[in-house]
């Protein structure tokens, strides 16, 4: 293994160490959420981003020869610049529109399948599920004692749908 590997070897198995990493893996994180319809919003600002693409170095370029063609600089000196700051602004509100949500079950998908094959590359244990210890996240313990909260309070009923962890209204209400 050369000392470029090593390097590699080195921060693949500090990256595996890092809580976003290990839960990315350990869950098998996928892009499912992706096969439902996206609404309105959501096409709006995926529509933004690839627009602020097409404004961005094609309009540049577009200056660019402009400037060659008239024979003027200051097309491109003053153009390019407004051309590249305008496109930024169209691509934050693209993801602005688009939300976050979206980038984040791509970033954990991409988190997972390449530091899997990193891991696999260089022969380093994959991170293993950690479950919960079913007594006491049932509030009882090995005896059958119960030591959590009053049996007579209502539980509340947690969102199904997602791994959100909040009450099913999600705050509405």
């Known amino acids: 293994m050369g000392p470029i590997d090593t390097l590699i070897k080195k921060l693949v198995i500090r990256l ?10 350990a869950e098998g994180a996928d892009l499912r959420a992706f096969r439902r319809r996206p609404d309105l919003r959501v096409i709006s600002g995926v529509t933004a981003i690839a627009f602020s693409y097409a404004i961005g170095w094609p309009l ?6 402009a400037a060659v ?3 003027n600089a200051s097309i491109v000196v003053v153009g390019g610049p407004v051309a590249y700051g305008l496109s930024h602004l169209v691509f934050l509100l693209g993801m602005y529109l688009a939300g976050a949500k979206y ?3 791509f970033l954990r998908w991409a988190v997972c399948r390449g530091m899997t094959l990193l891991m696999v590359r260089y022969r380093l244990p994959l991170p293993t599920p950690s479950l919960p210890d079913v007594a006491v996240v ?3 313990d090995e005896h059958g004692g119960y030591h959590g ?5 209502p539980v509340p009923s947690f969102c199904q749908s997602c791994s959100c962890g909040q009450k099913e209204d999600h705050g509405k209400g």
């Open 60 to 65: 540049i370029a577009i200056l660019g020869i």
């Open 16 to 25: 595996s160490r890092t809580g976003f990493v290990q839960s990315a893996i």
């Open 149 to 153: 909260a009053d049996a007579s309070l």
């Open 138 to 140: 049932a509030g009882h």
């Open 69 to 71: 063609h008239y024979r």
């Open 103 to 105: 980038s984040r079950i």
